[in-house]
């Protein structure tokens, strides 16, 4: 391809929402153009390289046996409200009206539209496993969209869902995909950390998201040093830095309740005991909404209501728990949220925790509190002499000893991990790292399938639900992450396998035996399959050589009269400092070995 | 590929809904199905034929030179003020709101979104001409999406826009379209008719429809019997069927007014006077919405207003005319808005007819009408002893001769061509079809590029504005027309470069001795690019030939265990009533030449 019969808009300028560097260079290199906030277009580059992840991902899909279907990316809203999510997903969610006043969704996602599809041509067990996919676009109404693709509103994103007879079934899929993941990776040339992660507001358990490390990374992630073990902080667990007394120690005093006058904090209250943050219990009152987990024997004199749900389990709409934690520990309300299979949980207001402690934000306590019941974390069972709020204003209990003076109704892990917390697994020391989420595998259960009313007849003639996977890859992320982790002052430095060209031919004046040369070169190469661009603009050889450089072609071949001379021209990887002279007759032969080689070794 | 490891859900029963061929076949094959009104799923079977379409497309397009871009398919509702179509559009504009309020819109087609970008790109002339094209999704929110693919809400279009400095740059990409266009129908097996079109509500003049004949088509086409005539009936012309008298016969009458009581139309008059309709001026009143040609010098006492649109150039809001066309033809509204360069033309109400010929509906004429300006169809030129409503109730006029009696504003083919009507170019007969298009070309001319405010400099430094064309195919319409082309009543009759997959192989029983052949068969099949169907299941061979032929695929062989003792495997063409018998070890051969023998013939 000549550079003049394609459109690649290089800018020296940056625009100035433009903080990281996939974003910078996208803008810069003509790949990608701004039509309005979160909403970019692809140029001829840009669109070369995002259709060769598209393709390594179909490739990888495949061969693991998921069928490519293709369903609409406007579906019906009657869909959404069959799941629930019509109302739960919130302003994200792009809705229309069709002209007969029909409700309409812009799909962020498709488990309904996948569910539906199956739920009418499913019928017997015979039928299963199935797994399908579509690489199409999504909209999302991000409410702050930026750093270019990677956080757009409008994506294209390959999502699969998978639908089984039972939990073995489902996991073989879930393990076959996941290693796809990691070759779909590999061969994009980049760099991902594989965490558990919640699974969130998707629901369902077993999941685990692909990341890749970013400064700018929504999620923060927790590694060991010495293991492969890596989590989402929401996720994230740790060795106990404690040990649970084997028997009670008697030699505790009883409870005593001290006045502590005017102070606020955990940290004021260490200055004025003469403690450390160690030996408290804190308390925090949560108000949950819409926990399906059955509360009928729980703890506590306000009895939360129960109500059957639109759709899906029954729930309580709203229940208040106390949450107790040792004083150095901060609360990890998704593992809350899950303990609790709810919703949604946040602090109580001051109101409330007024009325169920009987006293103002700041001295609650598990002691003696009977309105509500107490949830534990792990790292409180180890606590024999603590201190904690008594329930009124300006007092303390100090002395508190598990079991002794009181009894949680539920104990759980909830804290959340931090850098210097110890591995799960090894006990190493666990470290932090921003990231952002890649690809996302989990397992969905009956989630969509229950309320959808999808079914099958199974061997023996029952009526039964199948159990489903999901997952999904953002393609225009893969793509400026892979550009995050590829490029240097100069540009972008494409893995062979994404490269939008693998050669870029540079002739340092385009004419005379030097075109001859550039044209005979750039029609060889091609000949073999390598992609070449022709810079036969009539610009300066530094323009040309910068372009190349920022566009990240990977291999440069320079035509010059000088080397022409003998017969030699220059070539140079990008990336590398050196350029070599290279045989003129033998560069085709010599760029297609190591073009081919580079990509073998991505594709291995 | 193993039938049992993908997912075709062949059908005996047709819905209701699918009166065509396209739509049956392609539910019953497996190919889509419904997820709501107008919105279809491609399944693996439909998506494979999909996506060859579009890989012919994009192919014949790069070939060209157009470059290959990815827009969004959700767009600011912004740029469609600009361009003026956010009102003008209608219904058929799928409109949401983010979750700021602002205003977004679903693609249906997408000028404004390459314009804009253009816009943001363009400085010079050195940059022009550009084309750039999409393939991707579109929705219409159709009033009535039926036939299935053939006009559902949401779709893929390919479209393409190119940009230049004047009309010879814009006349050559053009054809160039027209010649790609032709190449695309050609390689996917379809028969199109191209006909000069109005270009409707796109604007511009200088259009070409690839019309496919379709007996649910929304188009009435005129072909000429004798010669490559064929035009859409919006703007088909044809041979006069009249003389225009050389010079004016000075022994016509002068004009009497004759009583007509209870005469209400040319078929009543006929009778009445005993004459036929080719003898009668036939005058009707128009209310005529946003004309943009210049009324200034117009004939008429009743002034119409101009007023600057929102957008583009000025207009005239409302304007009546009489429209005078000889009695036994119709005039062509589409010809008329053209001539005016009218968005909207519509016959008056009663109240505007009495109001403007100071009669009742029935008796306008041209002669002494005063109020509004007079248009006449060519064929009321050759009028010299006509009858005519005299604007009065229950009175015509007789003797009533063109450029005697009256003289018109503005003469020009206003009239709607019909079967029997000679051809424009050779004289021959016409005739009718009804088609449907599958593709259109057109010359935008700076429709959007004026009100989107596109410019560039000329060679002189010039400010200049570009002018602009515009070429879609629809793809889920070219899929169902291969199909309405190529079936039969067992099914669909693939064309090689569209067949899902090339050969199907069906053992008899799929054990022993015959699975061992079909596996190593499908196996070098697929070795030499032969996209093989194996048909393991465990159904009668009957059920098996039957989904092969409803599935359409071009080559079955047939492998059991009486050929297979003579080392023969039956081959069999889909379409053809005849198989025959080939060695089992030559069948790879023989299916490499015939399959990649078809495939050269219709890539040509």
């Known amino acids: 391809m000549k550079f003049s019969r394609t459109f690649i808009p290089t800018l020296r300028e940056v625009p100035a929402d433009a903080v990281i560097a996939s974003h910078r260079l996208m803008f810069r290199a003509g790949m990608i153009r701004k039509l309005a906030n979160g909403l970019f277009a692809y140029l001829p580059l840009g669109l070369r390289s995002f259709r060769k992840v598209e393709q390594i991902i179909r490739e990888e899909m495949d061969a693991i046996g998921a069928l490519e279907i293709k369903p609409t990316v406007v579906v019906p809203g009657e869909l959404w409200k069959e799941s629930g999510r019509w109302d739960a997903y919130g302003d994200a969610l792009l809705r229309a009206k069709n002209r007969l006043g029909g409700d309409l969704v812009v799909s962020p996602t498709a488990e309904e539209a996948f569910t539906a599809l199956v739920r009418d041509e499913l019928s017997s067990y015979r039928q299963l496993p199935l797994t399908f996919y579509q690489i199409n676009t999504k909209y999302r109404d991000e409410i702050r969209p930026r750093y270019g693709v990677m956080r757009g509103r409008e994506f294209v994103m390959k999502d699969a869902y998978s639908f089984h007879t039972g939990d073995e079934s489902l996991d073989r899929v879930y393990q076959d995909m996941g290693r796809a993941y990691r070759r779909i990776f590999k061969r994009c040339g980049l760099t991902v950390i594989p965490v558990q992660a919640d699974s969130g507001a998707m629901g369902g358990s077993g ?15 927790l590694l060991c040093r010495d293991c492969d073990y890596a989590a989402n902080v929401e996720k994230a667990s ?34 004025f005991l003469k403690t450390d943050a160690k030996r408290f219990i804190k308390t925090l009152i949560y108000r949950v909404v819409n926990v399906e987990l059955d509360l009928s024997g729980a703890d506590g004199t306000i009895k939360p209501e129960r109500s059957p749900a639109a759709s899906g389990p029954a729930v309580y709409p709203e229940a208040f728990f106390a949450v107790a934690i040792r004083g150095d520990l901060e609360v990890n309300e998704v593992k809350l949220a899950s303990a609790l299979k709810a919703a949604e949980v946040a602090l109580a207001s001051d109101a409330d925790v007024k009325r169920l402690t009987g006293a103002p934000v700041g001295f609650a306590g598990p002691v003696g509190l009977t309105a509500i019941p107490v949830i534990a974390d792990e790292s409180v069972v180890a606590l024999t002499d603590a201190v904690t709020g008594a329930l009124a204003q300006d007092l303390h209990y100090a002395h508190v000893s598990y079991a002794r003076d009181f009894t949680p109704w539920l104990v759980t892990d909830l804290r959340t991990v931090k850098a210097g917390d110890r591995c799960p697994r090894c006990g190493g020391g666990l470290y932090e790292k921003k990231g952002n989420e890649l690809g996302h595998i989990f397992k969905l259960g009956r989630k969509y399938a229950v309320p959808m009313g999808v079914h099958y007849l ?6 039964q639900i199948p159990t489903m996977g999901c997952y999904g890859i953002g393609l225009d992320r893969a793509v400026a992450s892979v550009i995050e982790e590829h490029h240097d002052d100069a540009g972008i430095i494409w893995p062979m396998t994404l490269a939008p060209y693998q050669a870029a031919i540079i002739p340092i004046k385009y004419a005379g035996a030097v075109k001859a ?8 190469l091609e000949a073999v ?5 022709l810079d036969d603009r009539d610009e300066r050889p530094g323009v ?10 990977p291999y440069r071949v320079v035509v010059g009269d000088k080397n022409l001379a003998q017969a030699k021209v220059e070539v140079k ?18 760029l297609t070995g190591l073009v081919y080689g580079e990509m073998g070794e991505l594709n291995r």
């Open 544 to 553: 040309k050589f910068n372009d190349a450089d920022l566009i990240g072609i």
């Open 573 to 590: 990887r990008r990336g590398q400092a050196e350029s070599r002279l290279v045989d003129a007759a033998k560069a085709t032969e010599e």
């Open 458 to 463: 199974d061997e023996a003639g029952q009526t």
């Open 238 to 271: 740790c060795k106990p830095d404690y040990e649970v007394p084997a028997s009670r120690a008697s030699d505790i005093p009883a409870v005593e309740k001290i006045a502590t006058p005017a102070v606020k904090t955990i940290e004021d209250l260490c200055v």
């Open 517 to 524: 040369t550039a044209d005979g070169l750039a029609a060889s």
């Open 529 to 533: 399959g390598i992609e070449t661009l």
């Open 207 to 221: 999941s685990e998201d692909f990341m890749v490390e970013s400064e700018i990374g929504d999620n923060t992630l």
